[in-house]
C-alpha cells in the first residue's frame, strides 16, 4: 500500500521560504507524476504543481514565479520551496500520487504551515 | 485556466435520500473529471476518476456520469458515514483545477 507523509516546519516568517518533503513509501517514485496541493483554513482546493520522477515540471501560474518542485530518487522522496511567503500562503499543504487516469489516487495526511511573524 | 462550479455549495439531506451533486466545467474537459469526498481534517479521499468510474474500495453508492462540460456526482442511498464535503477536479489541463466543493449535511 503506498503511503505518502508531509514534512516540514509549521511556522514560516513573512517574506521566507516555505520547504516541505513528501517521502513516499509502500512503492516506488518512478513512474508517476507527484503532486503539491493545499487548502486555505476553511476553504478550497488549489494545486500547486507536479513534478514527473524524471524532473520535469508544471507549475500553476499563480504560483509560478516562487515554487520550485525538485525530487530524490534515491530517498523516494520529493520536495516544495515556496519563496517569499505571506499570510495568504498559510494552508494544509498536501502531496499527492497522479495514477494511470490522470487522478489523485493517493494522498498524505496534509501539513499546516502557518505564515506569520 | 479551467472553471470549475459545483452546485449546490451546501446540501442537508438524511439518510437514505438519494442526492445528486453537479459540477460545469467553463469549457470541454471530455470525460476527465474526478470526484473527491473530504471529511474535517482529514485529505480528500478519491470516489470517481475520468467522470464515471468507481475508484476501488468506495461503495458502489457512489455513481457519476457526464462528458464535455457536464458532469454529477450521485449517492444513491444516503449513509451517515456520507456526510462530508464533496469536490470535483478536471484533469483535462494544467493548471488542474477544483470545484469550490459542496458540504452535505444532516438534516
Known amino acids: 500500500q503506498v503511503q505518502l507523509q508531509e514534512s516540514g516546519p509549521g511556522l514560516v516568517k513573512p517574506s521566507e521560504t516555505l520547504s516541505l518533503t513528501c517521502t513516499v513509501s509502500?512503492?516506488?517514485?518512478?513512474?508517476?507524476?507527484w503532486n503539491w496541493i493545499r487548502q486555505p483554513p476553511g476553504k478550497g482546493l488549489e494545486w500547486i504543481g507536479y513534478?514527473?520522477?524524471?524532473?520535469?515540471?508544471d507549475y500553476n501560474p499563480s504560483l509560478k514565479s516562487r515554487v520550485t518542485i525538485s525530487v530524490d530518487t534515491s530517498k523516494n522522496h520529493f520536495s516544495l520551496k515556496l519563496r517569499s511567503v505571506t499570510a495568504a500562503d498559510t494552508a494544509v499543504y498536501y502531496c499527492?500520487?497522479?495514477?494511470?487516469?490522470?487522478?489523485?489516487?493517493?494522498w498524505g495526511q496534509g501539513t499546516l504551515v502557518t505564515v506569520s511573524s | 485556466d479551467i472553471q470549475m462550479t459545483q452546485s449546490p455549495s451546501s446540501l442537508s439531506a438524511s439518510v437514505g435520500d438519494r442526492v445528486i451533486i453537479t459540477c460545469r466545467a467553463s469549457q470541454s474537459i471530455s470525460s476527465y473529471l474526478n470526484w473527491y469526498q473530504q471529511k474535517p481534517g482529514k485529505a480528500p479521499n478519491l470516489l470517481i476518476y475520468?467522470?464515471?468510474s468507481l475508484q476501488s474500495g468506495v461503495p458502489s453508492r457512489f455513481s457519476g456520469s457526464g462528458s464535455g462540460t457536464d458532469f454529477t456526482l450521485t449517492i444513491s442511498s444516503l449513509q451517515p458515514e456520507d456526510f462530508a464535503t464533496y469536490y470535483c477536479q478536471q484533469s483535462y489541463s494544467t493548471p488542474y483545477t477544483f470545484g469550490q466543493g459542496t458540504k452535505l449535511e444532516i438534516k
Open positions: 499527492a500520487r497522479e495514477g494511470r487516469d490522470y487522478k489523485f489516487d493517493y
Open positions: 509502500g512503492g516506488s517514485i518512478s513512474n508517476y507524476y
Open positions: 475520468v467522470a464515471s
Open positions: 513534478l514527473y520522477y524524471s524532473g520535469s515540471t
